[in-house]
């Protein structure tokens, strides 16, 4: 894994663009990956550093760090460092796109997809730490990832909030950073930009439009809206079946079939007519199964709309955004690994923590991809399993360690697939 790193340039890329000229900030280019290499062997917090020094690790690991020099490092970040370590895990992506097949098929169609979480924290001395829209008190982690049709989703860009802040604050920013690192990553084909209704704001729109990305975004449904949705004829209607049932939160119940129609609409009516943006307006209805909002002559619907200039036909670009939810996948592994915790009490410590996170996803999911087509859509925990905490012995010989792995091993072919092509020439694109 350190390999691969080595060969996107983690180091390079770390010397060449982060500088800190703090106490303690010193020998950055060793400290950042003894921090992304902790978090792909499990670590999620400081003092969980302390296993790349126990028992073979030292021997495989060089220039570890002890974990108070990283917690010391950690807190010598600023908002520009941060944003200077933003900077290298950008490119750190685009060079693990070059050495593995990250984003097949992105040549044609890849997604961005923007959400954010509430991590929650506890005690009185974390920097940040508030109450948001969910009544949590915690920090707000703002993501951005790529993926394609055939692959899992990598992320391209994070920015960590106050836990009382909205969701959209800085999120076109974000967004612009992301569409750019996705194009560089070889989404050269269509791009589409996915949110929920907290992103249906021009800001947004307007920043993918100006990358030449299509945006589907949900749109609130506020009175034009609605109106527009009254509009729509009654034969514009199409029914769609779920190949698996869908629990909806609304009625409290599984739903397995609906309708959906489209209508041209023109979003932020209001603003001066060269804010305004006219595109698709794609609506999914569901009957609305609560017994106490139907009569005995009309079927009543919920409504749920797309905004979205996507070419794609109608069935198919409805069916596309309902995937958005992909993101809700990599925001799970993030806190079932790195961000289990945010462990300083220092903002801009837990900022820089949060970006080596997504570093370490994103080399952790480069690795899948290189060993197995399985491990190409595996959760960051079951590569970590299967691939990285190997249950193997090391022995000396002429001064080359020799690692001996157990007989009957289930993944040894993929561990070995993947350490050959890690250290071998990249792969073709």
């Not at 790349?52 to 520009?80: C, I, K, N, Q, W």
């Not at 084909?189 to 993918?208: C, K, T």
């Not at 809206?225 to 209607?237: G, K, L, N, Y």
């Not at 397995?256 to 001066?272: C, D, G, R």
Request: proline letters at 6%.
């Amino acid at each position: 894994m350190l390999q691969l790193a080595e060969r996107a340039g983690l180091h390079e890329l770390v010397g060449r663009h982060l500088h800190l000229t703090r106490p303690g900030g010193s020998n950055a280019q060793l400290k950042i990956p003894a921090l992304v290499s902790g978090m792909i062997a499990g670590a999620d917090s400081i003092d969980d550093m302390d296993l790349l020094r126990h028992g073979g690790m030292s021997r495989l690991v060089e220039d570890v760090r002890a974990p108070s020099t990283l917690g010391t490092f950690l807190r010598s970040f600023t908002f520009g460092h941060v944003r200077q370590l933003d900077a290298v895990a950008s490119r750190l992506l685009i060079n693990l796109a070059r050495h593995a097949p990250l984003l097949p098929g992105a040549d044609e169609v890849a997604f961005v997809d923007v959400d954010d979480t509430l991590k929650q924290t506890y005690g009185y001395a974390k920097q940040g730490a508030g109450r948001g829209y969910t009544g949590v008190k915690g920090l707000n982690a703002l993501l951005a990832t790529v993926s394609t049709r055939s692959s899992a989703p990598v992320i391209a860009a994070t920015r960590l909030r106050r836990g009382s802040t909205n969701s959209t604050k800085g999120s076109a920013k974000l967004i612009g950073e992301a569409l750019g690192t996705a194009k560089q990553a070889g989404a050269t084909g269509l791009l589409v930009l996915r949110a929920d209704s907290a992103f249906y704001r021009r800001d947004v729109i307007e920043m993918a439009l100006r990358h030449g990305a299509c945006f589907s975004i949900v749109a609130r449904l506020l009175p034009p809206v609605r109106q527009a949705i009254t509009q729509i004829p009654a034969s514009a209607w199409t029914p769609i079946k779920y190949p698996h049932a869908l629990y909806d939160e609304a009625s409290q119940g599984w739903v397995s079939t609906a309708e959906v129609a489209e209508i041209p609409y023109t979003a932020f009516a209001s603003k001066a007519k060269a804010q305004r943006v006219t595109a698709r307006l794609i609506v999914r209805r569901v009957p609305d199964l609560n017994p106490d909002n139907q009569s005995e002559l009309f079927t009543a619907y919920r409504h749920h709309a797309v905004f979205t200039n996507s070419p794609l036909p109608l069935l198919e670009a409805e069916r596309t955004h309902r995937a958005h939810a992909i993101i809700e996948q990599v925001i799970s592994d993030l806190k079932n690994g790195p961000l289990a915790h945010l462990p300083s009490g220092r903002f801009w410590a837990n900022s820089a923590w949060l970006v080596c996170a997504a570093m370490a996803f994103n080399l952790t999911r480069a690795a899948g991809t290189l060993a197995s087509t399985f491990h190409a859509k595996a959760t960051t925990g079951t590569i970590r399993a299967q691939l990285i905490t190997v249950p193997a012995r090391l022995a000396t010989s002429a001064r080359r360690l020799t690692l001996h792995l157990p007989t009957a091993w289930p993944w040894e072919h993929a561990w070995q697939r993947m350490l050959v092509r890690a250290t071998g020439p990249p792969l073709p694109t």
